[in-house]
């Protein structure tokens, strides 16, 4: 089991969120490379008030960063590189495979991920706004065309670019994630399925139960679960 | 001069844009890390409607997409870290300062491009829309969050890790020139500077001005410039 506090690895992770953001914080992607890679590590816990450094850690204050006194890195597409790169289960040799790997993290992080995420907040933080409900039919339309997109470029194959799960099919799982949970994967079979693949690796199954671990020890008193 | 008819490399780009994407478009990040690297390459124009099998080579039907007979890759992203690859001067080969350069790539495409993209389409084609001005305080909020982390950052460094121009500096130096364009740069000086500092880069200047050729080439009968 990769989690060893005795690990030259450490990633930092939220102590607790809320419950709608868990199983999303983005630490679960590190976790789960690093499980797939079989590689240890240890975990620093960041409270809600973050260490007074910690920004020079992490300009945007959010987690994870990877540090094992070689590298001091944040961006979870960059650490599955670093992981990647010490593991060609999750990232080919062959430069044609290798960067076809990394591009499609590049895709899921921004060719799709900003698109899903705001129209989720949609119905989450900013749903209280008074133009959060106007402004869906727009959001919705984006969030589904590049949704389309993906569900058209995947097909029947079992993974992005065929038969090998690659850091680039870990990334896009995680943030397909984001939309399933958003209720935006009803008309998308093969996605879901795509996800419910991803989810049911040995690997996933370990990293999301390290993931929640936390948060259920670390619930405050006074704050619903 | 690397643009070439008969280089090996070949990128796509747009034919012609209107007024306010020109100089955006991400072929232009592609153009500028060719001319950093010195790198000979040709550009396959496509009109507004892309050829019927173009999403086999680009899913999400954008540009710019790299070919050069070893690997056939989109998202900007990835083609930066395969240029890089071949150009020391472009992606340190030390392993912390290639990671860390890799990591402002991520950094710039998804955790400040979507918040500078989102507040500035505000302005531009969702500025009929009804909720567009009452989303605009929220949006200012998280584009100006992010703008402020950078800028907090970057201090008066010259790049983003000091001395050294990467292409972790040409993907924000890009992202930026978005958020300068919808005027979000005003109180941060340093970025402004920053911005500046990419753009009057011979190689910067050279990307830009083959970049606005074509438009000026293909300006389509009766459509204003």
């Given at each position: 089991?990769?989690?060893?506090?005795?690990?030259?690895?450490?990633?930092?992770?939220?102590?607790?969120?809320?419950?709608?953001?868990?199983?999303?914080?983005?630490?679960?992607?590190?976790?789960?490379?690093l499980e797939e890679a079989g590689l240890d590590y240890r975990v620093r816990l960041l409270g809600g008030d973050r260490p007074a450094n910690y920004r020079k850690d992490q300009p945007f204050d959010q987690v994870p960063c990877l540090s094992d006194g070689t590298v001091q890195i944040f961006e979870s597409g960059a650490i599955l590189q670093y992981i990647g790169k010490q593991s060609e289960a999750l990232l080919p040799i062959d430069r044609q495979a290798k960067y076809r790997s990394i591009q499609w993290t590049y895709a899921a992080v921004s060719s799709v991920e900003p698109f899903v995420q705001f129209r989720v907040l949609l119905d989450a933080v900013f749903a209280d706004q008074e133009w959060a409900s106007p402004a869906k039919p727009t959001f919705d339309h984006y969030a589904q065309l590049r949704l389309g997109q993906v569900s058209a470029?995947?097909?029947?194959?079992?993974?992005?670019?065929?038969?090998?799960?690659?850091?680039?099919?870990?990334?896009?799982?995680?943030?397909?994630?984001?939309?399933?949970?958003?209720?935006?994967?009803?008309?998308?079979?093969?996605?879901?399925?795509?996800?419910?693949?991803?989810?049911?690796?040995?690997?996933?199954?370990?990293?999301?139960?390290d993931h929640l671990e936390s948060f259920a020890q670390n619930q405050p008193e006074g704050v619903a679960a």
């Open positions: 089991m990769p989690l060893n506090a005795d690990a030259e690895i450490e990633i930092t992770a939220l102590a607790w969120v809320p419950e709608g953001a868990r199983g999303l914080v983005k630490d679960l992607r590190v976790r789960w490379a470029w995947l097909g029947d194959k079992r993974w992005l670019e065929g038969d090998r799960f690659t850091i680039g099919d870990l990334m896009m799982v995680t943030v397909l994630r984001i939309a399933g949970r958003g209720g935006l994967l009803a008309d998308k079979p093969n996605l879901a399925d795509y996800v419910s693949r991803g989810e049911a690796r040995p690997a996933f199954q370990r990293a999301l139960e």
